[in-house]
């Protein structure tokens, strides 16, 4: 069994940062892809950043200049470093793991404060 476990989200004043990280445990063999996700109330869940297992990145273009994915392979462990926060980053944000299979966190929220 897979599991991701996301932590760092939280409520941030607008031009704030913060670190999301995303712990993958469990019986996983080869992760290609991790990435975040997020989701806002009434909208579509959109893609914010992926990397690949060789470090690949590739950001959505609302984000690209403010935020920064990385993954420790070693730890299985993918991070989000936001900075220059908006209010309409305001989601829950989900981590997301490719191996053979797609696995997804429990989410984590972040709140942007105008």
């Known amino acids: 069994q897979v599991q991701l476990v996301e932590s760092g989200g939280g409520l941030v004043q607008t031009g704030g940062s913060l670190r999301l990280s995303c712990a993958v445990s469990g019986s996983i063999f080869r992760i290609r892809y991790m990435g975040w996700y997020r989701q806002a109330p009434g909208k579509q869940r959109e893609m914010v950043a992926t990397i690949t297992s060789g470090g690949i990145t590739n950001y959505a273009d609302s984000v690209k200049g403010r935020f920064t994915v990385s993954r420790d392979n070693a730890k299985n462990t993918v991070y989000l470093q936001m900075s220059s926060l908006k209010p309409e980053d305001t989601a829950v944000y989900l981590c997301?793991?490719?191996?053979?299979?797609?696995?997804w966190g429990q989410g984590t929220q972040v709140t942007v404060s105008s």
């Open positions: 997301n793991v490719v191996e053979l299979a797609s696995y």
